[in-house]
């Protein structure tokens, strides 16, 4: 699959390495990828997350990003989500973690 | 709705930012309101000043443009006295040092760690030695570019650099052509060689004849060889050529030809039809390749008639692409070092400057052997390298005997003059990777370890910290592009792959084939390629040709990374520290902005 990537990356790319997996009904794939939140600097009507998977890893799909566009509260809702499951992932893992040392 | 940055320049742009920007020098840098410094920083740009990246507070860069890299008798020693004085700051570059300056891919010069303070004593000085930093970045006319040796090439059709002149003394400080929406790169070539690079320019005019009974003026061929007597030389116009936004362009072929004399008013015209009708509403999509996408090449003709020129424009001449070698990957002159023959008897030696960065110290030994064995003339390529000119047969033996060109050889490795680096994590706020001093290690183990196949003494490598492609990776044997990937674990610097560009009568972008290669097994990986090229190139084959030839499937294969005993020592994420070669890189270690003096 060509690897020219569509996502800009740079210094202000939010995440220009993420885990990240395609799946379909037939294929399951998994990818590095790309995630960028923007939005236009002046006026902007909603927020844009952006996801690219690597294309020479995705043999299933063509090449592409997806862009997803959230109002404000959407985005609000989807950054609360994040942080309270983050609660819920960063708790678990210093458990888990705690739990190691005792050997 | 206008953007901030047009907002901004809206209410300060152009010359008048000189008087802000000097007042800011005189009261320091922490006199830049907070809320304001994005602003002013955009602005200081116009005058050549970027503020350095994160972590780097109160410290610029200082581009200096120097039109078609031509820097006169004694100015070169003006560069590296000011880099001496000038350009140190709290890091130690383990490679380069304290004090250097970089030679560009658009023949300018850049400095680091430029505090506010120093910046009226530098202009006053550059200035007083006819260099400046004006409109070196920023929304208007930046650097023009071109073949370097223009007016002393044996290889010229016409002479292109009083031409530059006059575009350079008409365009910077022009009012009218201050504010544009974005950059404006032009490129004007008066060689058959293609060393302009005028395809991935805004703007470009490149040699060609045309029947002198249907155009005005007497332009005649500065060539030897013959050719019809009816011709007369001008240039052919391109527009809407560049590299970045992972959307390169190579320029369209607007079917204009213009005498040297009238090439003012068509550049103004396009400039002009550029400022009115960019996109000033969304800067990534404000260069003018975007405005040809949109309008076609046909469209672009015919508003520069009928709204930007008073006189018939004519059509495209007879060019002279076929005979383009520089940058080609095939061919002699793919580069401008080694040995060459002026059109005056005398000649030009181009120096490879390896990622084309020389120490202050050698700048000035360099400004001493050119004075010494040339006129003290010397010129800078689009390949980051320098040429020293005019010298007499009987001097060249001592030149090539002085001691300083044996580290910036004319007969360097094709590893060696092959490499051009943009600027990286030591001080971009774009990249996201280390890029000058990688790509040195790359090529000293490439040259110690790899065997190009016979006949090939040319490969190109061009590592970019990010997609703004200032290392022009597109047009390289191989690209290299910064990117991040996991390795055993832990997250490192890596690079993608590209293969196969270059530019010549056909150019052609890099085909990019693999992704995220670890930056310690790129070394390996460009081993392996080379292997596969020479184990399966057909007879004389190039290697892009033998790129062109393959599916990218196979490509990635061939790229095939692997470890070697190639150390990378940067493998870590340097875009978070504050400086990639401090003891303590960490961003919390930062040094405070510099206390004004």
């Known amino acids: 699959m060509m690897a020219d990537r569509l996502l800009r990356v740079n210094a202000y790319t939010t995440l220009d390495l993420v885990d990240g997996r395609a799946r379909g009904h037939e294929f399951e794939t998994d990818a590095p990828g790309v995630v960028n939140v923007t939005a236009p600097r002046e006026d902007p009507e909603h927020v844009t997350l952006q996801v690219e998977l690597d294309g020479t890893d995705t043999d299933e799909l063509a090449p592409h990003a997806d862009e997803i566009d959230l109002s404000p509260a959407q985005a609000r809702t989807l950054g609360d989500a994040l942080e309270s499951t983050a609660d819920r992932v960063a708790a678990s893992r210093a458990e888990s973690s705690a739990d190691g040392d005792d050997g | ?597």
């Open chain 2, 1 to 597: 709705m206008p953007t901030d940055v047009e907002n901004w320049k809206s209410e300060v742009y152009g010359s008048e930012i000189r008087d802000h920007l000097f007042e800011f020098a005189e009261r320091g840098f922490d006199s830049i309101p907070d809320d304001e410094r994005d602003a002013w920083f955009e602005r200081f740009k116009w005058w050549g000043l970027y503020h350095q990246r994160n972590g780097q507070e109160g410290y610029f860069m200082m581009r200096i443009g120097t039109p078609n890299g031509v820097l006169e008798p004694g100015q070169l020693r003006v560069v590296g006295e000011i880099a001496d004085e000038y350009a140190r700051g709290p890091g130690t570059n383990p490679i380069f040092g304290d004090a250097y300056a970089d030679f560009t891919t658009r023949q300018s010069i850049q400095l680091h760690w430029i505090e506010l303070s120093d910046v009226p004593a530098i202009f006053e000085k550059l200035e007083a030695n006819g260099l400046s930093t004006q409109q070196a970045c920023g929304d208007s006319w930046r650097n023009i570019v071109g073949n370097p040796v223009a007016g002393k090439d044996a290889q010229e059709v016409i002479d292109a650099w009083p031409v530059i002149r006059e575009l350079n003394e008409t365009f910077k400080g022009n009012d009218d052509h201050s504010n544009l929406p974005r950059k404006w790169k032009v490129s004007v070539t008066g060689s058959a060689d293609g060393s302009g690079q005028g395809d991935i320019n805004d703007l470009a005019f490149e040699p060609a004849y045309k029947e002198v009974d249907s155009v005005e003026g007497s332009s005649t061929s500065s060539r030897t060889e013959s050719v019809d007597s009816d011709d007369v030389v001008g240039f052919n116009v391109r527009v809407g050529g560049g590299l970045s936004r992972n959307e390169p362009r190579l320029a369209r072929d607007i079917d204009v030809w213009v005498p040297p004399e009238r090439v003012s008013d068509v550049a103004g015209g396009l400039s002009a039809l550029f400022r009115d009708n960019g996109d000033r509403e969304d800067r990534y999509n404000a260069r003018i390749k975007f405005l040809v996408d949109e309008w076609g090449a046909d469209e672009v003709r015919e508003t520069l008639q009928e709204e930007y020129v008073d006189f018939e424009l004519h059509t495209a001449g007879r060019d002279v692409r076929e005979e383009y070698t520089y940058n080609t990957g095939a061919g002699e002159r793919n580069d401008l070092v080694g040995v060459h023959p002026q059109k005056d008897g005398a000649n030009f030696v181009g120096l490879n400057v390896l990622v084309g960065r020389m120490g202050a110290e050698d700048v000035l030994e360099l400004a001493d052997v050119a004075e010494e064995y040339g006129s003290g003339e010397v010129r800078l390529s689009q390949r980051q390298n320098v040429i020293v000119t005019d010298v007499p047969d009987d001097e060249l033996d001592g030149l090539l005997d002085e001691p300083i060109l044996e580290h910036y050889s004319p007969s360097p490795s094709p590893f060696m003059r092959g490499s051009v680096a943009c600027t990286g994590t030591e001080f971009c706020s774009l990249s996201i990777v280390e890029t000058k001093n990688r790509q040195v290690r790359y090529a000293r183990w490439l040259k110690e370890n790899v065997e190009l196949p016979d006949g090939v003494d040319q490969f190109h490598v061009h590592l970019s910290g990010c997609t703004a492609s200032c290392a022009q990776p597109q047009i390289a044997d191989v690209s290299l592009r910064g990117m991040k990937t996991r390795k055993d674990g832990e997250p490192v610097e890596a690079l993608d792959v590209g293969l196969g560009g270059g530019l010549g009568a056909e150019p052609q972008f890099a085909r990019w084939v693999t992704q995220r290669v670890p930056a310690d097994e790129v070394p390996g990986a460009i081993a392996n390629l080379i292997d596969t090229f020479a184990a399966e190139r057909e007879d004389g084959e190039s290697f892009r040709a033998f790129v062109a030839r393959h599916a990218d499937g196979e490509l990635d294969a061939f790229v095939d990374p692997e470890e070697t005993d190639y150390d990378d020592p940067m493998m870590h994420n340097t875009k978070r520290t504050w400086y990639p070669y401090a003891e303590d890189d960490s961003l919390d270690a930062a040094p405070n902005a510099p206390a004004d003096d």
